[in-house]
């Protein structure tokens, strides 16, 4: 039988179990030498514990080297759940709204109309929103109008509050007016002004509302009109006064414009450029008499088929009528030869 033997190296200056003792009962919880600390440290440990178990052998790791891998997963847990639930209130607050939003082609009373101002009409791939501030003045379908007022506290000038206006007016115009009981609506616009005239609007994300009296600005006029070739929508644009039309046409017509720095470097035709002004002050004057004949029409129109209607129904009574002395007549005439042949 072969003999086993263990061959055990010391490595040169390498300490002995008793010196390795022997010196770290000299070192404190820090690694310095310091006896007097140590010896209190080693007391207190023996008396109360230590505050921590920690097992060097253990495969939790005790020295708590993977706390960048707890706070990074920690962080990505945090960031994906965020994420989750900004994607569900997002889906949810889009159902909710298409859900609670009125549909003007299908109901435009007075409850339809103040809901539609109040959380918005489907337009464009989205919704509009109308200010905060606004009155129904009338909005019936046996009356087939609709009409309101607005005031403006999000825009800071003409240019801006025309255009705010605009698209707003267009968007529950066109979704009243698909209701076939509707054939128009009026869309009035007011801002509030300084005692300087400058524009007001909200600040302090809304909660500082302006506090000048509201001042008439616009009123968009849509009339729907059915014809040989369709239905038709008119658009009219009314109340607007010379010393607005000028502002928007400042607004609009810069001179730092490329249009025209190059008018003035190559030259233009200054009587042309004067005709096209003139032609186009003399479209706005005729604006609110455009919009006038349009409402006139429309009520011509309107009136012209409550006649008809009430024309169609005396029609029909006064058949019923000759219907019931035809049947009257008949029943007399059998009763008149039953009784000859008795």
Known sequence: MARTTEVTRTTRGALSGDEAEELFTAVDETGHTNEERARKQHLRRSEVGTSVEVDPLAGEDPSGADTDRVITRTAAIFV??????????????????????????????????????????????????????????????????????????????????????????????????????????????????????????????????????????????????????????????????????????????????????????????????????????QDAEALPDTAQRLIDEADRKRAEQEAAEAEQEAAEAEKAVQEAAAEEADAQAEGESVEAGN
């Open 80 to 281: 994906t759940v965020s994420l989750l639930a900004v994607v569900i209130l997002q889906v949810g607050w889009g159902y909710v709204r298409r859900v609670t939003t009125s549909t003007l082609a299908e109901d435009a009373g007075m409850r339809s109309v103040v809901s539609a101002l109040t959380m918005g009409v489907e337009w464009g791939g989205g919704f509009t929103q109308f200010p905060s501030e606004f009155t129904v003045q009338e909005a019936d379908e046996n009356t087939h109008r609709i009409e309101v007022t607005v005031t403006d506290t999000s825009s800071s000038s003409e240019l801006e509050a025309f255009a705010t206006a605009q698209v707003q007016a267009s968007a529950l115009s066109v979704n009243a007016l698909l209701n076939p009981n509707i054939d128009t609506v009026i869309y009035h616009v007011r801002v509030r002004c300084d005692e300087e005239g400058r524009y007001q609007k909200t600040r302090f994300f809304g909660f500082l509302r302006p506090t000048g009296a509201p001042m008439p600005f616009i009123t968009y006029v849509w009339t729907k009109t059915d014809t040989e070739e369709g239905v038709r929508f008119d658009c009219a644009i009314t109340g607007m006064d010379t010393e607005t039309q000028t502002r928007l046409h400042d607004a609009i017509t810069s001179k730092s414009t490329p249009a025209t720095i190059i008018n003035y470097v190559i030259g233009d035709n200054g009587e042309q450029v004067a005709k096209n002004v003139l032609s186009a002050a």
